[in-house]
T-cell receptor, first 114, second 114 residues
């Protein structure tokens, strides 16, 4: 079974600073996808960034980047220049052919302060 | 209207009531999903529909009954629920089942069972 671990239940960051949200995963599949989603208080899960297991370059999407360390099975999300609107829950997820579904971690609540 | 729309946004029901959650997508996707999100737990996949056929049921109690009359609509019928069923119920869709990307989520229905 796939397992995602997010060890930080809550994080604080000052506006305009960078923050790293941790994610480790456990899978025996060779091919898999890694995702980060943002969930604001409205409830909707918003896709942020994707990294394929065979991608050699770390994924980037605007202020979001994924620090992918395959050997350590780590896929940390880095948010640069934090904004107040970044305050939300953040979920790491994997997709494998074996599971054929998204498997989520427990999430990290990020609070951006002035 | 685009995206995935869920109604109602909030629902309070007694344990003897019968109610239904509705999900609608206008993305042309062929796969739809019900997830349950409880506090401090990972999202739990409940049901998967592909081309209106239920392809996965993850040991969900029979008091939850899904229905997919067409590829754009998904329902979750609820009856004789328990207080521990109180959670955020999220609907999602993807282009096809097995797609590793392209999941679009709704904003969820916040269910409280009293």
């Amino acid at each position: 079974a796939q397992k995602i671990t997010q060890t930080q239940p809550g994080m604080f960051v000052q506006e305009k600073e960078a923050v790293t949200l941790d994610c480790t995963y456990d899978t025996s599949d060779q091919s898999y996808g890694l995702f980060w989603y943002k969930q604001p208080s409205s409830g909707e899960m918003i896709f942020l960034i994707y990294q394929g297991s065979y991608d050699e370059q770390n994924a980037t999407e605007g202020r979001y980047s994924l620090n992918f360390q395959k050997a350590r099975k780590s896929a940390n999300l880095v948010i640069s220049a934090s904004q107040l609107g970044d305050s939300a829950m953040y979920f790491c997820a994997t997709y494998t052919g074996t599971a054929s579904k998204l498997t989520f971690g427990t999430g990290t609540r990020l609070q951006v302060t002035l | 209207e685009t995206g995935v729309t869920q109604t109602p946004r909030h629902l309070v029901m007694g344990m003897t009531n019968k109610k239904s959650l509705k999900c609608e997508q206008h993305l042309g996707h062929n796969a739809m999903y019900w997830y349950k999100q409880s506090a401090k737990k990972p999202l739990e996949l409940m049901f998967v529909y592909s081309l209106e056929e239920r392809v996965e049921n993850n040991s969900v109690p029979s008091r939850f009954s899904p229905e997919c009359p067409n590829s754009s609509h998904l329902f979750l019928h609820l009856h004789t629920l328990q207080p521990e069923d109180s959670a955020l119920y999220l609907c999602a869709s993807s282009p096809v089942r097995g797609a590793s990307y392209g999941y679009t989520f709704g904003s969820g229905t916040r269910l409280t069972v009293v």
